[in-house]
Antibody, heavy 121, light 110 residues
Framework: QVQLVQSAAEVKKPGSSVRVSCKASGDTFSNYAISWVRQAPGQGLEWMGGIIPIFGAGNYAQKSQGRVTITADISTSTAYMELSSLRSEDTAVYYC??????????????WGQGTLVTVSS | QSALTQPASVSGSPGQSITIPCTGTTSDVGGYDYVSWYQQHPGKAPKLVIYDVTNWPSGVSHRFSGSKSGNTASLTISGLQAEDEADYYCSSYTSSSTQVFGGGTKVTVL
């Protein structure tokens, strides 16, 4: 059974950066897209970007470009999302989610438990 | 990439059927059969209930069904039950090789 386990909650100051991790188990990590989706309090889901580890390069939503960096370490089956220049509007639960098909961006069949990032001075 | 358009809320009585529309453009919903739907209960991670417009993941009730016409996809919940009360989100693959979500619909069982 596939599992995605995310890192613990973070509290950050405005202007700083945060890195959230997502460790996968139970299937071939390198061939499946891992996406990052965030949800601000009381708001909807927002796709930020993702990576297919075997291909290496991240793929980003237009809004995310410039502040978000998504990477993957195949040796540890772990994906990372780093968000820089944090502001209060970045306070949200950040989820990682796996694409259903190998090598393709599509439906997300497995989700991590979510990581709350709070940005506050 | 703009978010897909969903109604903020839909309600129905137990046993009834409800339909949630999700409207996009020819660059997303209308251009690809890669629309998916997610159910999210409060404080929980989203759960996939429909993928590729009409398909069910293993273990998902067939009371959930999906369809698409032009730039609008729809999720229908038949035989509405109390446990179906949740937020529902559509998502689509896009021409930029990205994903986009709808704004979400709160389903209330009366």
């Amino acid at each position: 059974q596939v599992q995605l386990v995310q890192s613990a909650a973070e509290v950050k100051k405005p202007g700083s950066s945060v890195r959230v991790s997502c460790k996968a188990s139970g299937d071939t990590f390198s061939n499946y897209a891992i996406s990052w989706v965030r949800q601000a309090p009381g708001q909807g889901l927002e796709w930020m970007g993702g990576i297919i580890p075997i291909f290496g390069a991240g793929n980003y939503a237009q809004k995310s470009q410039g502040r978000v960096t998504i990477t993957a370490d195949i040796s540890t089956s772990t994906a990372y999302m780093e968000l820089s220049s944090l502001r209060s509007e970045d306070t949200a639960v950040y989820y990682c989610a796996r694409g259903r098909l190998e090598g393709f961006w599509g439906a997300f069949d497995y989700w991590g438990q979510g990581t709350l990032v709070t940005v506050s001075s | 990439q703009s978010a897909l358009t969903q109604p903020a809320s839909v309600s129905g009585s137990p046993g009834q059927s409800i339909t949630i529309p999700c409207t996009g453009t020819t660059s997303d919903v209308g251009g690809y059969d890669y629309v998916s739907w997610y159910q999210q209960h409060p404080g929980k991670a989203p759960k996939l209930v429909i993928y590729d417009v009409t398909n069910w993941p293993s273990g998902v009730s067939h009371r959930f069904s999906g369809s698409k016409s032009g730039n609008t996809a729809s999720l229908t919940i038949s035989g509405l039950q109390a446990e179906d009360e949740a937020d529902y989100y559509c998502s689509s693959y896009t021409s930029s090789s990205t994903q986009v979500f709808g704004g979400g619909t709160k389903v209330t069982v009366l």
